[in-house]
């Protein structure tokens, strides 16, 4: 639950605008680790998540809710002043309240029905990443797109193994994103293949972590529709891909789906203990199934 700020705590806030005025205040919750990154200059990509409430501690926005952190150019007015200038102020894994007056938020207009005129706002925040706004993607050469696909793939990797399991899965996906613009009657070149499939799976995988059962089905299926032939199991891409999506559908109750895809994985690598794993948790499921 948002804490609802007494006007002393409001009057002993830090004052985190360029002009100090006072328009944005920020109070630390919980401080950056030793070592983090900061502060974002302007013009950089910022990750971040936030809930927005009014000063009695209604609600009116949250990415925490939606369970997808936000991003925006820093510094560019993309944002309300309040956020270009108090994301400023931080570092990554710092989480804050900011503070802001209707100068710096939504002005005498507000932005109805949650917001009403003249509100002073308050936005719990923490600053997951930022990073240097990369080229457009129709701005880049082939050459650059994948070097850049394979710099967030390692990203991906690196949340992964800090167990930010959605973060990396949303780098993952921005990563194939970059390799190859999907079409639906398209192949994906042959040198950009491994990647593209890699990172889909990757994704896959987060979203089993994180029993994001349909998002994974649904990397599986993208990376399974590129596949140039039923044989291709490059670095045991299409074994892995199979093995993820019945493990997927079995959590969905799709049995069947399940064990055609996990038996398909196992006609490809009879050895993999993954895969002969989720055949016996299937067994066992369809058995209690059938005793229903």
Not at 6 to 16: F, L, M, N, R
Request: hydrophobic share 35%; proline share 5%.
């Amino acid at each position: 639950m948002t804490k609802i700020l007494t006007p002393e705590e409001i009057e002993k806030a830090v004052d985190v605008s360029v002009s100090s005025d006072g328009g944005v205040k920020k109070i630390i919750l919980e401080e950056a680790p030793e070592g983090a990154e900061g502060l974002p200059p302007n013009g950089n990509e910022v990750t971040a998540h936030y809930t927005g409430t009014l000063l009695d501690g209604s609600k009116f926005d949250s990415s925490v809710d939606r369970g997808t952190p936000f991003k925006f150019t820093i510094g560019t007015g993309q944002v309300i002043r309040a956020w270009d200038e108090g994301f400023a102020s931080m570092k990554v894994g710092e989480k804050a309240i900011l503070i802001a007056t209707p100068e710096y938020a939504y002005g005498a207009s507000g932005s109805p029905p949650k917001i009403p005129p003249n509100a002073t706002l308050q936005f719990e925040v923490e600053l997951i990443s930022f990073r240097e706004k990369p080229k457009e993607k129709w701005q880049m050469s082939p050459e650059e797109r994948t070097k850049y696909a394979q710099d967030i793939k390692s990203k991906g990797g690196a949340a992964f193994g800090k167990q930010d399991y959605e973060t990396a899965a949303d780098l993952y996906q921005e990563a194939a994103e970059y390799v190859f613009d999907d079409e639906e009657d398209e192949p994906v070149p042959d040198d950009d293949l491994p990647l593209y499939i890699a990172c889909w799976s990757n994704a896959a995988l987060c979203r089993l972590k994180l029993k994001d059962w349909v998002a994974a089905v649904k990397a599986c299926d993208v990376a399974m529709k590129k596949l140039p032939s039923d044989d291709y199991n490059e670095s045991n891409s299409r074994v892995k891909l199979l093995y993820r999506r019945g493990l997927a559908r079995m959590n969905l109750g799709m049995l069947k789906e399940s064990q055609k895809d996990l038996m398909a994985a196992y006609k490809l690598d009879n050895a993999n203990k993954d895969v002969k794993r989720a055949m016996k948790q299937l067994k066992e499921t369809l058995a209690k199934e059938k005793a229903k």
